[in-house]
Every structure is written in C-alpha cells, then in structure tokens.
C-alpha cells in the first residue's frame, strides 16, 4: 500500500541545536516533495522544495535532502529558535496530478529556550 | 498582494444539513485546492480545479462537490452532514495546475457537525 510517515508525532529539542525531521514514503514515485509548516489554527506555509533529481537544497536555517533511492527526505533547521516550534508537514506531489499534494501527518517541533 | 480567503471561518451544523464553503484565490492564481484535515487522518486531498474545471479528485464520497467561477474563486459543498465531516476545511491557490507549484493555503474553516 502506498505511505508517507515522519518521523515522530513530536519532536523537543534546545535551542540553538539542529533539528532533523524525517519524511518516508513507499509505493509513491514523486516528481517533487515539499515542506510545509504549519502553526496551530493556521494554514500550512510553504517552506521549500525539491526535485526528485535533486539531491540537497537550502534556504537560509532551512536545508532539505532527498533520497529518491532510500525513498526519504530530511529536513533540518540549524541554530534553531522558540519561534521555529510548530508542526512541520512533508508533501508529495506526482506527475500528472496537477496541483494536488499527500501529507504526511506531520512532526510537532517544540523548540525550548 | 492579498492572501487567500476563505469564509466563514467558523460553522456549526447538525446531521444531515449540507455545507457551502468559499474560497477566493490570491489574484492571478488560476488553481484551487481543497482539502480536509482531522487530527486522525491529517491533510487529505479533495479536488482540484483549474479554469473552472476539476482536474483531480481525492477518495472522498460524492456528497461533497466544488465548482470554481470564471473569477477562479471556489466553492465546495457538502450534502447530507455526518458527524465525521467535522474538520478543518483548508484551500489551497497556485497560479498553475503544476506538481512543481507551490501551494498558498488560506486558513480554514473550521466545521463542527452536532
């Protein structure tokens, strides 16, 4: 059957340490994944995204793996912050289906001062 | 440039009513998205439309149903309400119908069914 799973439903972690979220899928062949973030009673925001020939990507604290071969993605924010503490989803999107995404369910990130 | 809005924001039904949700796109973005999330299955995909045609279609039953306008801007419906159509009704715009497009999502409606 066809899966995408983070890593963990929570994740706590110090501040100014690097944050390592996992996105896994199976029986999926993407042609982009994205991260989003999504903090609570708010739509999820954009963060990056990457092609599956792709192998790393960054934006400033943000950088984003994939391993089309392993079929997993990392994401990971340096020097975190308090204010980087929201659920962080990771998303396929497939050729030939337009616009639509699959979310994973998500990995609460709580970042302690 | 002005987000994406969706209105009510909030809406409370009871079994068996149906449900009108709108969506309006930021200006310039052709394609809406909609989708569902609960806590038990997270963000689950709904449908598409693009130049008021629907383009893909998650597994949801065909109580629920969308359009789109000739302005881009969206509605979805959802007839004969259950208990478990309570969730956080999420639209999505980006200017293409494109994997490689990102998503603008406004920020929900959230429906209760009593």
């Known amino acids: 059957s066809q899966k995408i799973e983070q890593n963990s439903e929570a994740l706590n972690i110090q501040e100014g340490k690097t944050a390592t979220l996992t996105c896994n899928y199976t029986?999926?062949?993407?042609?982009?994944l994205q991260w989003y973030r999504q903090d609570p009673g708010r739509g999820p925001v954009f963060l990056l995204l990457?092609?599956?020939?792709?192998k790393e990507k960054r934006k400033e604290r943000l950088k984003v793996t994939f391993d089309t071969t392993l079929k997993q993605s990392l994401f990971h924010i340096t020097a975190s912050q308090p204010a980087d503490s929201a659920t962080y989803l990771c998303?396929?999107?497939?050729?030939?289906?337009?616009?639509?995404?699959?979310f994973g369910q998500g990995t609460e990130l709580s970042v302690k001062p | 440039k002005a987000g994406v809005t969706q209105t009510p924001r909030y809406l409370i039904k009871t079994r068996g009513q149906q449900v009108t949700l709108s969506c309006s796109p930021i200006?310039?973005?052709?394609?809406v998205s909609w989708y569902q999330q609960t806590p038990g299955q997270g963000l689950q995909f709904l449908f598409e439309?693009?130049?008021?045609?629907?383009?893909n279609k998650g597994n949801f039953p065909g109580r629920f149903s969308g359009r789109q306008f000739s302005n881009s801007r969206s509605e979805m419906n959802v007839s004969t309400l259950e208990l478990g159509d309570s969730a956080l009704y999420l639209c999505?715009?980006?200017?293409?119908?494109?994997?490689?497009?990102?998503?603008?999502f406004g920020p929900g409606t959230r429906l209760l069914v009593l």
């Open positions: 998303a396929l999107a497939l050729y030939n289906q337009g616009g639509k995404l699959i």
């Open positions: 200006s310039g973005h052709r394609s």
């Open positions: 029986n999926y062949s993407p042609a982009y």
């Open positions: 999505a715009s980006s200017r293409e119908t494109s994997p490689q497009e990102t998503q603008y």
């Open positions: 439309y693009f130049s008021e045609t629907q383009r």
């Open positions: 990457i092609r599956e020939n792709e």
